[in-house]
């Protein structure tokens, strides 16, 4: 029978490998392929307004722009536009005492701090733009490189840098390998001048009268170096986790020229002098983070922890852990928690006595520099919605404590959010 | 376009329901209002009925009736027809003859009733001549058959529906996590979200075939379940053989393929009955998980 003739014929046909070529038919008769479809939807732009209120102290309004594209060549530009609007009061460095104290602002106009407050600098303000862009494109099947740009505009601050780094996709893309470098050059223009060292704030409730500020030029430079190292690694299906390394180096001026130290004597309580503060001309930071997303059937768990030590004697540890709930028809939840401790630099002082001025190399009154503990709670929430929109709100308590008055900050933190394709 | 698309809530999300292509169809949308889900429903319906008008045989008023209808001559095809045609001419290179989208005029003496007719030899080999992929004759932008000579689109069009109704879900909802399944031909999409879950249900014995998670890709199933004749203890698929124009033999009677794309597993599914007893060696060699049922089972696709 016919049947039976043919059949050895059917089993000669070969049993090769097809799919490869009808997986490339298959793309052009759709006419889609994936990476083709994403570039389809266009820029995904973030945009964000931020409210940042410091109870007595500082606010800011932050808003930002991101818009992100991925192209048919799967190249990747990000650009982000970051504008900052600072106004409010600023420890200006010195302790708080039990007495008025009158400062000079660094235009020279005189402030005070009553009995017991925390003197602050009430001219605080200041506007920031910041731009960066960042371009990362495949090169070989298996290696991206990637090369940005980052610009900071204030008035009494600018800073250019430039990054650039290789990603190396490794194990079937369960891993990723990435080295990097990036130079910032950072220019200082102090309003008044740029005060030197250790040398008298005018004040006319100190010990010792200066009446003039001695400067060193109106303006001075730093560069920062750094090299990163970073490895993702997809542990399972529903766990990635990000392991980096970065080692940080600067060198230049490093102090911040509105700040100055109390030289008080703790026997007499009285007040001798206000050095402006001076800390190192260099800084070197190494610190590592370490990062774990988790995926539950819809929610994600996000946990992450970076430690940080530097040649200045500040060792700093952040906890950082937040869970996504999906709560069904695109609304989403999510919790988040911050814990952030530093142990303070070599030279941060409450204060000097006068017996250690003479022998004084550096020396703040920053309690940015102090030992600090923070802790973040914040709740943000959004709804997703079509054409991959999206509108998200958060919501943050900051509370911050350390060994000074100063350092006893409360901050809100609010923000409105509204992604969209464009 | 008129449907009978209805949208019904379910755990994760939204689900909306309609007919076409003579199958229960379905679109799975995750993590959108009712609203926009219903809307990325409606345009995978659209596509849907878009693609079964345009394509199907049973119609006297589309493309293919008139490609049909050439009496030998000239018909122009436009650019969708056009890329079905040459994907049909790389499966047919591919598979050396054996899927052929001529060979539905064999329909003519094979009818897969569940009877015992199988046709004459005479019978069968009278279509012969009408049955060749090669004997079409293309140029740019219009298609000639042979008179009597009949092309479909039977092995490529649902499955291409599924793919292009979810590349358009897609672009109304990017970053939604969708699946869209036509009578078990299924393409979903997730990102890194969590996967859709498929499973390959036993009628008869309610056992799992087959359970996995699918997350970006296709999953097709061809087979033989309910067209097919029986004659002297013999099981006749209607797998048809376009060089003999008989009945593929021994082969599986059912064959479950997941790959990028539901068109690609579909085809691949195809190809493997049409290897018969071999259908699994190929699939090995094309490796893409694969699922093949022998003998009388049967199976469902379910998804959640």
Redesign the interface.
């Known amino acids: ?3 039976k003739k ?2 050895p ?3 000669s ?7 490869c ?3 490339a ?8 392929s ?1 990476h083709a ?1 994403d570039a ?2 266009g820029w995904k732009v973030d945009s964000a307004l931020l409210y940042y209120s410091e109870q007595d102290r500082v606010t800011a309004v932050e808003p930002v722009i991101s818009a992100g594209k991925t192209f048919t060549d799967d190249s990747e530009l990000q650009l982000k536009l970051t504008l900052d609007s600072l106004t409010g009061a600023s420890h200006n460095g010195a302790m708080v005492l039990n007495q008025p104290q009158t400062f000079t602002s660094p235009s020279g106009s005189q402030y005070q701090a009553a009995s017991g407050e925390v003197p602050l600098d009430e001219s605080f303000k200041d506007t920031r733009v910041a731009f960066n862009a960042q371009y990362t494109r495949p090169w070989t099947r298996t290696l991206r490189w990637t090369a940005g740009l980052n610009v900071s505009n204030e008035y009494d601050f600018q800073s250019f840098g430039a990054n650039a780094g290789l990603l190396w996709d490794l194990n079937q893309k369960n891993t990723t390998l990435t080295l990097a470098f990036a130079h910032e050059a950072d220019t200082i223009d102090a309003v008044g001048g740029i005060p030197d060292p250790l040398t008298s704030m005018p004040s006319p409730t100190t010990l010792v009268a200066a009446t003039t500020k001695n400067t060193v030029g109106s303006s001075d430079t730093r560069s920062v170096n750094d090299v990163f190292l970073g490895w993702t690694q997809v542990m399972t ?1 529903r766990w990635i986790m990000q392991l980096n390394y970065n080692l940080s180096a600067s060198s230049g001026y490093h102090n911040d020229p509105y700040k100055i130290v109390t030289v008080y004597d703790p026997g007499t309580t009285v007040v001798h002098d206000y050095l402006y503060e001076s800390r190192p001309d260099s800084r070197t930071k190494n610190s590592i983070y370490w990062e774990n997303r988790y ?4 929610d994600v768990l996000a946990l992450g922890y970076r430690y940080m030590t530097d040649d200045w004697g500040v060792n700093s540890h952040t906890l950082d852990a937040s869970w996504r709930h ?1 709560m ?3 609304w989403y939840l999510q919790p988040h928690l911050r814990y952030y401790t530093q142990s303070a630099a070599d030279f941060w002082h409450e204060y000097v006595t006068p017996a250690e001025v003479a022998a004084l190399q550096e020396a703040t009154g920053d309690y940015r520099l102090g030992n600090l503990d923070d802790m973040t709670y914040g709740l943000k929430f959004g ?6 929109r999206e509108w998200n709100a958060r919501v943050e308590m900051y509370q911050q404590s350390g060994d000074t008055d100063p350092a006893e900050v409360d901050a809100l933190i609010t923000q409105v959010g509204y992604t969209f ?1 464009w | 376009m008129k449907h009978s698309l209805k949208m019904e809530k379910y755990a994760q999300g939204w689900r909306g329901r309609f007919t076409a292509m003579a199958s229960p169809c379905e679109v799975l949308v995750r993590g959108l209002p009712g609203r926009q889900a219903r809307a990325v429903a409606t345009v995978v319906a659209d596509e849907a009925l878009r693609i079964e008008q345009k394509f199907s045989r049973y119609r006297d008023d589309n493309i293919m009736a008139r490609i049909n209808a050439g009496h030998g001559d000239w018909v122009d095809v436009d650019e969708e027809t056009e890329r079905l045609l040459d994907y049909a001419d790389t499966c047919w290179q591919l598979s050396d003859g054996m899927f052929d989208i001529t060979s539905g005029v064999l329909r003519r003496a094979w009818k897969f009733d569940g009877s015992d007719r199988v046709p004459s030899a005479e019978e069968v080999a009278q279509l012969l001549p009408l049955v060749g992929w090669k004997q079409l004759e293309r140029r740019a932008g219009a298609v000639r058959l042979k008179p009597g000579m009949e092309i479909d689109f039977g092995g490529i069009g649902k499955e291409y529906a599924v793919d292009r109704a979810l590349a358009l879900a897609r672009q109304q909802a990017p970053g939604t996590p969708l699946l869209v399944n036509f009578g078990g031909d299924i393409a979903a999409w997730c990102g890194d979200a969590a996967a859709w879950l498929v499973g390959l249900e036993g009628l008869t014995a309610g056992a799992v075939a087959g359970r996995f998670e699918l997350r970006n890709g296709g999953l097709a199933t061809s087979g033989d379940s309910r067209r097919y004749l029986l004659r002297g203890g013999v099981r006749y698929s209607h797998v048809l053989n376009p060089l003999t124009g008989w009945p593929v033999l021994d082969g599986p009677h059912s064959v479950t393929v997941a790959a990028a794309q539901c068109t690609l597993a579909g085809m691949l599914a195809t190809l493997a009955l049409l290897r018969g007893a071999d259908a699994e060696k190929f699939l090995r060699a094309q490796q893409v998980p694969h699922w093949c049922l022998w003998g009388e089972q049967r199976h469902e696709t379910v998804v959640g």
């Not at chain 1, 046909?13 to 799919?19: K, Q, R």
């Not at chain 1, 038919?25 to 889609?32: E, F, H, N, Q, R």
């Not at chain 1, 995926?295 to 819809?298: E, F, I, N, R, V």
């Not at chain 1, 709804?383 to 991959?388: D, E, F, H, T, W």
């Open positions: 029978m016919q049947l043919k059949k014929m059917l089993s046909v070969s049993v090769g490998n097809i799919s070529a009808l997986a038919a298959t793309c052009s008769l759709i006419g889609v994936a479809e389809a939807d299906r995926h539950l059937t819809d999906e069904g028809n695109g709804r997703k919605l079509s054409k991959g394709y």
